[in-house]
Each structure stands twice: as C-alpha cells, then as structure tokens.
C-alpha cells in the first residue's frame, strides 16, 4: 500500500520534511501538477506525514474519501481549476496557486480522483527530478 496526497494539498511542504525515505516531491510545473506527490513504489505506509499536514490531505490509499463532506471554506487544487490562492508554506515562503476552487459546507466531493496523480506523477511526469531545481 501507499499512502495518497489528495486536492486539499496547498503546497505546504510540512510533509516531504518529516518522510524518511524522501518519497514526497513538489509538483512542476504546478499549473499541471499543483499538489505534492507521493512515490508509491518507495512510500513504506509509515504515517508520518499525516500529521504535517495543516490541510488534512494525505491518507493511506484504502481510506482515501470517495464521499469527501466539505467543512465549508477549504480549497481543492485541481488541474484546469481557476481560483486563486496565495499563502505560505512550512518555512513562511510565498504559495501562490492559480488551480483551486474552495469547497461549500456540506459539498461532496470524489478525493479518489487524485489517487492515480500520485502514480503518474513518477510513471508518466516528472518524478524525482523536481527536486532539481
Ligand atoms: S503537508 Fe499537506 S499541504 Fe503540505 S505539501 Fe504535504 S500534503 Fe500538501
Ligand atoms: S507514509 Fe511515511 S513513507 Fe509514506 S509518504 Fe508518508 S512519511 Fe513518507
């Protein structure tokens, strides 16, 4: 098993931190792939990213919401979404997101979408090399 950055993630950062064995990078470009990415293959379901989180957006890939209920207010980051959003990260650095739409109290929404993202994103985009930069 793997565990799974969904569309709540704002870029924070907190999590690629604390996982030790460096399996979560950033996203790039963000406007196609605005969220961290967890490397399912090299993930060893630890949990110790979970907590980081100020988002709540990491789960283990069997427990991720297929019938999310938004709290009201939080932001999904999707691909092709165009709100906007600027914050800032773990360490105070600027965030700024041009994917994302803020959720309604009580809207349902499909968190599972996001779970094959994390796979793509290290079989088909860029993977580690992100982190080259
Ligand atoms: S801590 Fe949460 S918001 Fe930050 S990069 Fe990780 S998953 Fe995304
Ligand atoms: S569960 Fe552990 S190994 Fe997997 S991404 Fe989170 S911190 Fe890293």
Same mark, same amino acid.
């Given at each position: 098993?793997? /565990? %799974?950055?969904?569309?709540? =993630?704002?870029?924070? !950062?907190? *999590?690629?931190?604390? #996982? $030790?064995? &460096?399996? +979560?990078? @950033? ?9 961290? /990415? %967890?490397?399912?293959?090299? =993930?060893?379901?630890? !949990?110790? *990213?979970?907590?980081? #989180? $100020?988002? &709540?957006? +990491?789960? @283990? ?73």
């Amino acid at each position: 098993m793997t /565990y %799974i950055i969904t569309s709540l =993630c704002l870029r924070d !950062g907190g *999590c690629a931190e604390v #996982c $030790p064995v &460096e399996c +979560i990078v @950033p996203g790039k470009p963000q406007a196609e792939w605005p969220l961290y /990415y %967890i490397d399912p293959d090299t =993930c060893i379901d630890c !949990g110790a *990213c979970v907590p980081e #989180c $100020p988002f &709540e957006a +990491i789960f @283990p890939e069997d427990e991720v919401p297929a019938q999310y209920t938004a709290k009201g207010g939080e932001l999904i980051s999707r691909p092709g979404l165009t709100g906007h959003y600027e914050g800032t990260n773990h360490h105070g650095d600027n965030v700024v997101l041009d994917t994302t739409r803020a959720l309604a109290a009580g809207e349902v929404v499909d968190l599972t979408e996001d779970n094959q993202s994390n796979y793509d994103y290290f079989q088909k985009g860029p993977g580690y090399s992100s982190l080259e930069d």
